[in-house]
Structure formats: C-alpha cells, structure tokens
C-alpha cells in the first residue's frame, strides 16, 4: 500500500522560511518522479515544483523561482522542499505529489498524493 505524508507546515512570517518533507512509502521511491503542489483558498491547485527520478532535473514555477528549492534524498525515501522569502502569496496547502513526469508547471500526470501540510505566512 502507497502511503504518501507530509510534514514541516506552519504560521511564519513574511520574509521566513520553511522545510517541508514527504516521505513516500510502498513504491520504489528513487524510481519515481516528484514535486509539490499547493492550493489556496478558493484557487486550483497549482504545480509548484518537480524533480526527477533519474538526473535530479529541478522544475519550478516561476512564482516561486529563486526562493524554493526542491530536493530529495532517495536513501531516506524523502523528498524536500526549502521556501524562503516566503510572502502570503505562498500561504497554501501544500500536496506532495508521486509523478508520471515533470514540468515547467511541477508534476505531471500525479499517481499518488499526500494528504497536505498547511503553510500560513502572516503579513
């Protein structure tokens, strides 16, 4: 059974950080392609950033360009997400995604999702 879960939300303030993990269980993990969505209040989900499996390539939205960084560490069936300079733009759940594929709009054709973490950033 494919478990997928999040972690690493949180209130911050303009201007700070977060990391989020996922860790992703009951598939070959380091054989997979993934990212990270999110989804405001009254919005579509939207792609945020991808990885994939075999060279490590990084896709990022460009909202979000220059101030996150997605990483994974295959050992560990882990995957990352550094936000900096977060805004309340950014305030959002966040969805770890399992991807058929990657993009310039994040994870494609998503096999698995996470539950989501919550990010808030207050003005």
């Known amino acids: 059974q494919v478990q997928v879960v999040e972690s690493g939300g949180g209130l911050v303030q303009t201007g700070g950080s977060l990391r989020l993990s996922c860790t992703a269980s009951?598939?070959?993990?380091?054989?997979?392609?993934m990212g990270w969505s999110r989804q405001a209040p009254g919005k579509e989900r939207e792609g945020v950033a991808c990885?994939?499996?075999?060279?490590?390539?990084?896709y990022y939205v460009d909202s979000v360009k220059g101030r996150f960084t997605i990483s994974r560490d295959n050992a560990k069936s882990t995957l990352y997400l550094q936000m900096n300079d977060l805004t309340p733009e950014d305030t959002a759940m966040y969805y770890c995604?399992?991807?058929?594929?990657?993009?310039?709009?994040?994870?494609?054709?998503?096999?698995?999702w996470g539950q989501g973490t919550q990010v808030t950033v207050s003005s």
């Open positions: 009951g598939l070959p993990f380091a054989a997979y392609n």
């Open positions: 990885i994939t499996w075999r060279s490590m390539t990084t």
């Open positions: 995604a399992v991807a058929r594929s990657c993009g310039q709009v994040g994870p494609l054709a998503v096999a698995y």
